[in-house]
Structures are given as structure tokens and as C-alpha cells.
């Protein structure tokens, strides 16, 4: 596999924080809402239609998750918007200019967190990866990663290898690094699917909190209908061959939101009813 | 160490004490002739006298530099070729398959090629050892870069990584495990390869004391440098194991 | 089948020697090598004729394969009945720990004059070589085919109740199998290799001696000849040994040693 690797124009900020302008047209005035769009984008690989007229358009600090059976194309949108893809027609807009590449303002949580880790650094030096690539100067680096490290709960275990946590652990490790870049997006490809479902639920409410705090937008991807309900603002339904959004769902639920209570909110029980029938039409 | 690991670590060495006293038993009874089989005693005397009153250390450290010498030369040459052989697909298309058919060559093949262009000089042993130490380093190496987890390099994307820090950050401690295990058997190959090489330029070592001390029936002298080689060996895989175990000690589960 | 596998091999990899082949002829016909020290590719493939023709070749070919294999079956067999012998009782292994590590760091080439002192020159001595230099890898390798087998495999067996003959014959062998043929296949490898280091060194026969005569008697065609038909043996023993393992192991998840 090839290593592309980007010519990155770097430009000084204030505090001495470095950032990247990868993007070829300057940005335009963008309606106040839309800061990651997709206008009509489809993706065929070798011939085979992946996405087709796909349009979306995701506002800051919203919280969007996207289900759908297996192959419908939502981790495809997912590398779309992180720029790991380049569509074959349409575009694909963040902040207003098209997306060409990776930006450390978004930031990627994969589903298999073991192989997205570092095993040879521990846990302050996996975070630390992401500091370094952002240019954070050294005398820095220490306070982020213990900050980082004491937000996600793994504050004593800043020594630990990868190999030596658990998989919950390893993700929100992964999470940490991801919060590094201080990102602005954060896309989740199934981010808790392979952990068992206590975890899960604690890595839910995490995020929940996270996100809200930095006012974060997220795009999720999920084949749990009920986390999609649970975590997001909207959500939307895909359908396969070829992949294509074909539903939005509201999620008017307050926040925060807990396992307890939330799932008896009628809202939620209806939401879950429609995307039961939903998924079970597209199947 | 642990009770349990001392007490085996003593009952083993009773053991291969056990084995020497029956070794000292059977050149005693003279069950083989003492030409040919020297006792322990006896070999442990000459070993002693050789580091003394003669050159045995010299010949030691001559062949101990050799040694190393071509290998690191050979370790130098192989990690770097094959870090950029290994990283790219293209080159491995091209150069695999060449490199894979000079593989189950014997390297001591080569030394007469090599005394047709160096003559029978230091020259010519260094550059056999750093042949025959080179290419099981070199697949290794290539090896552990073709085999990076591919999800790291998305990883390296997505943060926008240049190509030289994927390379020091990702691919490099990622190859590590295999690079170490090239460097360990490239550095057994070594240590055969100047032993081989002394015998036949006759330059100072440890492999013309053994081969001159068959030659003239000297069988304790003979074994002593045996042991030597053996310590040799011994020594030089146990520190490499103790570098090996250090560097990769995110592997072991706590 | 075979015919139409053609199209489907990476011809790249066969750039790199042909073009080098294609080099040194050009070079060679141009202009004036040292003829002590290089030979033009044609020459070195009329002197692999030649030798073959003559016989040569194969008489020393079956030299270093003679003492190779009957090294190998020596060594190949105590080291293959050794590491069972320590994979299966743990206390036997760990009592023979510190003889073994002792003795194995011991360079093939440190015993060649050992053996020359007590058998002189011929099979005996470099059988004996050979012997020596495969016991221990085989040893190493098939001790710890036995060891690293699935102990859930070995917990299925008690709870079958099987006797202690049974659990070897019907779980530990046929589990170990495909590493222990992983091992026998560097084995063979490493029993070539010592065989043409003994000829080369020391024994005057088979094709380490040809190779060292050749470059004596300054005849580097038939040199670089012996030289690429070592290579060719090494690489075809291998490739044979590897069809046979894909053959009888095909998907019985072989892990390989480190190359």
C-alpha cells in the first residue's frame, strides 16, 4: 500500500498551534448550519456503484448517527467526509470548500481500536501521536495528554501499554487520541460495536458528555438503532445497492439523556418503532 | 527470578554437571582415545593456559570484532535497503522474487567468488560475513515493512503525518519484531561465516586456532577454542535476546 | 490448469535478474573483463553444460545431497524425538535447559575440525557435521510445536477421557504436524547450507569443493556455473518441500517461524 502523504501549507496561529490550509478554493459564505455538505455525491469503485446522489447536509455541533444494513455505504460517507475518499462525482463540502484531503480538524475513532493504537508507545505516547502531528511544542505536550488522559478516565494508567487494557479502555484511549487534534468533527465508525454492552453503555454517555461540552459535531455510524436514537439529533436511514439516504429522522428527545429514563420517553419508543420498520424494509 | 525459576535454573545445571562428570568419565576409562576426546580437565587446562601464556585471547578478539563487525556492516546495509525495499509495493514486485531465489543460497558459496576479487585477505572474510549476514536481515526487514498494519497508515492519514515520521513513527517500530529476529540469526550467520573465513585465509582467530589445533593433534587446545566459540555464541544471543526483550516489551501482556 | 497461469504471474520480478544478465553480457562483449575474476553469462552457461554433460556436476550435486540428507536424517531424528520428547514432559525440558542452551550456541563451523580429527576426510565427517548443526534447530522448532498446541484442544482430549498414548497419537501429533513440517523444511535448508560450508572449508567432495577448485584453477565461468546451480538446488528443494506442505496442510494454519 502506498503512503500518500499531502503537501501541507502550515500556517503560524497565535498560540503558537499550528494549522493546515489543504483546501484549494477559499471558502465561502456558508449558510449558517451547514458545515459539512454533500451535493449530489456518488462513489463507484471498480465499476461497482457504492453511493449514488447522496445530498446531506450536517450543521455545527450536531450530533448526526446514520443506520442501515451491512454494505449500504455509511462508513463510505464516513471516509468521504475525512477525506480518505474523493467521490467520483458530486462534492463533498466542509466549511464550504470542497474536501481534499484529511485535516486534523477531523478526527476519525475506527471500530477496530486494537489496530488503530500503537501497541509499541503506551498510553501517554499513543495520545501524544496526535500532539506531535499537530505541531504541539514539546513543554506542552505533558499537560494535554494528562488533561486528555483524566477526561476519558485513564489517568493512572498513562504507562500501560495497549496490549495491557482492556477493549473499552482501548477505545476511549483511541477517543483521547482522536480529542488531541481538538477536532471540530468527529466521525465514529461503529465505535463501540466491538465492546461488550456495559461498556458500551458507559462509552455512550462518555461521548454524550464529551460532545456536549465541546459542542463538538459528530457524524456516527451504527447498525444499533437504539444508540443511533439515544446519541443523536438526527438520524438517518440508508438503504443498499446503491447506497443512498432515503430517511431523516428527528430526534426531539431532551438532553442529557440516560438509559433509564430516556428509553421510556415516548419519543423514544416511537422513533424506535419507525426505524425497526424502516430497517426491516430495506433488508 | 522466582523460587520456582531458581530451582530449576540449579536442577538444570546439576544436570549439565552431570553431563560433564560423565564426559570426564568416559576420557578417564578411556572409552574413546584421548587424541581424539580430551577431558574436561583437561580442555578446561589448555583453555586456561592458551588465555595465559599464549595468543588464545588474541585469536578471541579478533574473531569477536570480525564478528561484529560484519555484522553491523551487514545490519546497516539491510535495515535501511530493506525499510525502502519493504515500504513500497512496486519495489517488492521487482526485487522480491530475486531476493527470495538468493535466499536458500549458502553463503559460504560465495567465498570463493569473493577470494577471486579480494584474494585470501581480511578484506575478503569481512566481506563474506556481511553477505551471508545481509540477506536473512534484509527479507526480515522487508518483511516486517510489507506487513505494517495497513489500519496505522489510515491512522497517519487522517493526522496528516509526512512521509519521513510515518516512516520513523509507524513502519520502523512496527518492523521491529522482525528486524530483531533477522539481526539475531544474521549475527549466528556471522559468527560462522569469520570462523570459516580464518580457516581458510589463516588470518588470526579463533577458527585458524581450532583448525591448526586439529591439524597437529592438539585436542585439547582444539576443544578449549571450541568452548570458546560455543561462550562466543552463547554470550553474543544472550545480549542480543536482553536488547530484543527491552525494545519489544509492549508485547508481553502484564 | 497450469498452461493458463501465465498471464497471471508477476513477470516484474523476473526484471531485475534478466536485465542484469542482459548488463553483464553487453559488458562482457564490449569490453575486456579480468578474466581471472568475471565470466561473461554465455560463458558461465556453456560451462554449466559442459559440467553437466561431463557428469560432473551430478556426481558432486549427489555428494552434498548425500551428506546433506543422511545429516539430516541423523539429527533431523533425535532433534524430532528430542523436542517431542521435551514438549510433551515440561520437567524434562526445563532439566535439560541449561546443557542445551549451552551447547547449541556452538558454531557448525567450530566442530568441523573436531570431526576431521576423528574421521579425516569423507562422508563420515560431514554427515556427522550436518547431524550436529540440524539436531538443535530441529529441536528448538518441534519443542515448541509441541508446547504451542491449542490448549483447548488438550482440554477437549481429557474431557474425552482420553489415556496418555491415545492423547499423543490422536491430538498432540497430528496437531503439531504442520509445524514440525515448517521445521523439517528449514532443517533442510540449513542441512545444504552446512554440507557446502563443510566442502567448502574443508571436505574435498561434492559442490562447496567444485565451487573452490573452480575459482583455484581460475576457471570463474565454471565458478559462477556451480554458484547459480547451488541456488537453483537450495530454491528447488524448497519450492518441492513447500508444494508438499501447501498439499498436505493447505489451510491447517501454519504459523512460520520468522524468515
Avoid at chain 2, 19 to 31: G, P
Avoid at chain 2, 143 to 150: D, K, Q, T, Y
Avoid at chain 2, 185 to 193: N, R
Avoid at chain 3, 149 to 162: C, D, K, M, P, Y
Amino acid at each position: 500500500m502506498t503512503i500518500p502523504f499531502r503537501q501541507q501549507q502550515m500556517q503560524p496561529m497565535p498560540n503558537g498551534k499550528r494549522t493546515q490550509a489543504g483546501n484549494a478554493e477559499p471558502p465561502r459564505s456558508v449558510p449558517a448550519g451547514a458545515l459539512i455538505e454533500f451535493e449530489r455525491v456518488s462513489l463507484s469503485l471498480a465499476g461497482r456503484p457504492i453511493l449514488q446522489d447522496v445530498n446531506l447536509e450536517i450543521g455545527k455541533g450536531e450530533f448526526v448517527c446514520v443506520v442501515g444494513p451491512s454494505g449500504c455505504g455509511k462508513t463510505t460517507m464516513l471516509r468521504l467526509i475525512a477525506g480518505l475518499f474523493t467521490p467520483t462525482s458530486g462534492k463533498v463540502r466542509y466549511a464550504g470548500a470542497p474536501v481534499t484531503g484529511p485535516r486534523p480538524d477531523i478526527a476519525i475513532v475506527f471500530q477496530d481500536y486494537g489496530k488503530a493504537l500503537l501497541p509499541w508507545r503506551n498510553a501517554a505516547g499513543n495520545i501524544s501521536l496526535a500532539l506531535e502531528a499537530i505541531g504541539v511544542p514539546k513543554a506542552e505536550r505533558q499537560e494535554r495528554i494528562c488533561r486528555l488522559l483524566q477526561l476519558i478516565g485513564l489517568a493512572d494508567d498513562a504507562d500501560k501499554f495497549p496490549i495491557q487494557l482492556s477493549g473499552g479502555m482501548q477505545q476511549r484511549l483511541q477517543i483521547a487520541r482522536c480529542l488531541a487534534q481538538d477536532p471540530v468533527v468527529l466521525l465514529m465508525d461503529e465505535p463501540f460495536a466491538a465492546l461488550d454492552a456495559l461498556t458500551r453503555q458507559e462509552l455512550q454517555d462518555e461521548i454524550q458528555a464529551i460532545v456536549a461540552a465541546r459542542n463538538s459535531t459528530v457524524f456516527f455510524v451504527t447498525h444499533d438503532l437504539e444508540e443511533a436514537i439515544y446519541l443523536g439529533d438526527r438520524v438517518f436511514g440508508m438503504r443498499p445497492n446503491p447506497g443512498r439516504i432515503v430517511e431523516a429522522f428527528e430526534v426531539r428527545l431532551p438532553r442529557p439523556r440516560d438509559w433509564l429514563t430516556t428509553p421510556e420517553h415516548p419519543e423514544f419508543l416511537g422513533l424506535r418503532r419507525a426505524l425497526f420498520d424502516f430497517i426491516k424494509k430495506v433488508k | 527470578m522466582s523460587g520456582s525459576r531458581i530451582f530449576w535454573f540449579l536442577a538444570s545445571l546439576a544436570v549439565a554437571a552431570g553431563f560433564i562428570v560423565l564426559w570426564q568419565y568416559v576420557a578417564d576409562a578411556r572409552l574413546i582415545s584421548p587424541a581424539f576426546l580430551p577431558g574436561p580437565n583437561r580442555a578446561w587446562a589448555a583453555l586456561v593456559d592458551g588465555m595465559i601464556h599464549r595468543d588464545l585471547t588474541d585469536q578471541l578478539i579478533s574473531t569477536v570484532m570480525r564478528m561484529i563487525y560484519g555484522w553491523l556492516l551487514a545490519s546497516t546495509l539491510g535495515i535501511a535497503v530493506g525499510a525502502l525495499i519493504g515500504i513500497s509495493p512496486t519495489a517488492r514486485a521487482y526485487l522480491l522474487p530475486t531476493l527470495e531465489m538468493i535466499r536458500p543460497l549458502p553463503a559460504s558459496a560465495i567465498i570463493p567468488v569473493s577470494i577471486a576479487f579480494f584474494g585470501l585477505s581480511e578484506r575478503m572474510v569481512l566481506a563474506v560475513i556481511a553477505f551471508g549476514a545481509l540477506w536473512p536481515m534484509l527479507l526480515a526487514t522487508v518483511h516486517g515493512f510489507a506487513a505494517v498494519e495497513p489500519r496505522l497508515y489510515e491512522v497517519a492519514r487522517a493526522l496528516g503525518l509526512s512521509r519521513w515520521d510515518v516512516i520513523r513513527k509507524i513502519a520502523l517500530p512496527s518492523a521491529m519484531p522482525d528486524i530483531l529476529a533477522g539481526m539475531r540469526i544474521g549475527l549466528t550467520i556471522a559468527l560462522i561465516l569469520a570462523v570459516v573465513g580464518e580457516m581458510l585465509t589463516s588470518t588470526e582467530g579463533l577458527g585458524q586456532w581450532v583448525l591448526f589445533a586439529g591439524r597437529s593433534f592438539r585436542a585439547s587446545d582444539l576443544f578449549a577454542g571450541v568452548i570458546l566459540l560455543g561462550a562466543v555464541g552463547y554470550v553474543s544471543a544472550t545480549l542480543l535476546g536482553a536488547a530484543e526483550r527491552y525494545l519489544l516489551r509492549w508485547r508481553i501482556s502484564h | 490448469m497450469t498452461g493458463r497461469i501465465w498471464w497471471r504471474i508477476d513477470w516484474r520480478g523476473a526484471a531485475v535478474p534478466i536485465g542484469f544478465l542482459v548488463i553483464a553480457q553487453l559488458a562482457a562483449l564490449n569490453g575486456d573483463l579480468q578474466s581471472d575474476n568475471l565470466a561473461a553469462p554465455s560463458d558461465v552457461a556453456v560451462a554449466c553444460w559442459h559440467a553437466i554433460i561431463d557428469g560432473t556436476l551430478f556426481r558432486r550435486t549427489l555428494e552434498t545431497l548425500a551428506s546433506a540428507l543422511g545429516g539430516l536424517a541423523l539429527g533431523g531424528s533425535i532433534g524430532l524425538f528430542s523436542g517431542i520428547l521435551f514438549g510433551l514432559f515440561q520437567t524434562v525440558d526445563r532439566l535439560m535447559n541449561v546443557t542445551v542452551e549451552a551447547v547449541r550456541p556452538i558454531p557448525s563451523a567450530a566442530v568441523i575440525p573436531v570431526f576431521l580429527l576423528i574421521f579425516g576426510f569423507g562422508f563420515p565427517m560431514e554427515v556427522l557435521i550436518v547431524a550436529f548443526s540440524v539436531t538443535w534447530t530441529m529441536l528448538i522448532l518441534t519443542r515448541a510445536a509441541v508446547a504451542g498446541i491449542e490448549t483447548r484442544l488438550l482440554e477437549v482430549s481429557r474431557a474425552l477421557g482420553f489415556g496418555f498414548g491415545a492423547r499423543v497419537y490422536k491430538i498432540i501429533l497430528p496437531a503439531a504436524l504442520p509445524r514440525i513440517f515448517v521445521a523439517f523444511r528449514l532443517t533442510v535448508a540449513i542441512a545444504l547450507i552446512v554440507a557446502v560450508t563443510v566442502e567448502v572449508a574443508a571436505n574435498p567432495q561434492g559442490l562447496g569443493y567444485t565451487i573452490m577448485l573452480a575459482e583455484q584453477t581460475l576457471r570463474p565461468d565454471l565458478m559462477f556455473a556451480v554458484l547459480a546451480w547451488i541456488g537453483l538446488i537450495g530454491w528447488a528443494l524448497n519450492a518441492v518441500l513447500l508444494w508438499t506442505q501447501r498439499r498436505l496442510f493447505g489451510m491447517a494454519a501454519i504459523d512460520e517461524p520468522a524468515p
